[in-house]
């Protein structure tokens, strides 16, 4: 079964992490009311969801992708880079545990999820503000024996490397090439984001769907041109944290 571990929207949100957008007021119940729809939307293209409550002391704790990244076999808990989330690892661990086998990124490595953008057995990794070198070769030396192959992409003026890129299926990532180094994709098909949408690139594949923000129309339309069936939420809220439509889930497989 398909499973998405999600968390509600903290009342404290508005005391997010920001590192490249200015800060705006939130509106904190419109907030909750459009992740609850996040929720749904993926309930509704099959996914189990899960959620867990709200953190008032973790401001950016809606954003589970950046404290663990869940794999077949095992699910790595971050040490992440912003120091006001650290203590989102430890919540996203116990969570976890019944899922997956855990293993842990250590001082002096730092990583996010957001981080890494996964296509089969490889793991595109941002070298980001909140991912260091120490981080990505902690995790290529943790995952060679399970037979994946981590490839470190250099992501600049963006938060993380699936702020900059996606892959969404069909050997294809939908990039805002400034924002990261395309030379790292290999053999990947490029769709690039139109030049007045520089944050459309954050997608989310599930099933034959592309799921993304209503904010970026013209992307939409690139994508649904390019064959892909898109479904788009509104997500205005959440988009003044800094975030996307991947990082309010980690999505898996288990029983
Ligand atoms: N507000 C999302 C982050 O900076 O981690």
């Known amino acids: ?14 005391n997010c992490e920001l590192e490249f957008l200015d800060r705006q007021p939130i509106d904190l119940a419109l907030a909750v009311e459009q992740h609850r729809q996040y929720q749904a939307c993926l309930a509704e293209l099959g996914v189990h969801v899960e959620v867990l409550p709200p953190a008032p002391d973790m401001p950016d704790g809606v954003f589970v992708e950046d404290p663990a990244i869940v794999l077949d076999e095992i699910a790595v808990i971050t040490r992440m880079g912003a120091l006001s989330r650290r203590g989102e690892s430890e919540t996203l661990a ?8 855990l293993r842990h990124i250590v001082e002096p490595g730092t990583l996010e999820g957001g981080d890494v ?34 490839v470190p992409v250099e992501v600049r003026d963006c938060l993380h490397l699936k ?34 949408e520089s944050r459309g690139a954050n997608a989310l594949r599930l099933g034959d769907t592309v799921l993304m923000p209503a904010a970026f129309p013209r992307t939409r339309e690139l994508l649904e041109r390019s064959g892909f069936r898109v479904l788009t939420i509104d997500n205005s809220e959440l988009l003044k944290a800094e975030a996307g439509v991947t990082c309010t889930s980690l999505i898996f497989d288990a029983p």
């Open 1 to 14: 079964m398909l499973r998405a571990l999600t968390r509600e929207v903290s009342p404290t949100i508005a």
């Open 163 to 196: 702020t900059a890129c996606c892959y969404i299926g069909n050997d294809t990532v939908l990039a805002n090439r400034a924002w990261m180094d395309p030379d790292a994709l290999c053999s990947l098909k490029i769709l690039d984001v139109p030049s007045d």
């Open 117 to 150: 953008m996964r296509v089969g057995k490889t793991l595109y990794v941002g070298y980001s503000r909140r991912t260091n070198v120490a981080g990505i070769q902690q995790l290529a030396t943790m995952l060679h024996p399970l037979g994946y192959f981590v």
């Open 94 to 101: 116990r969570a976890l545990a019944k899922y997956r086998e």
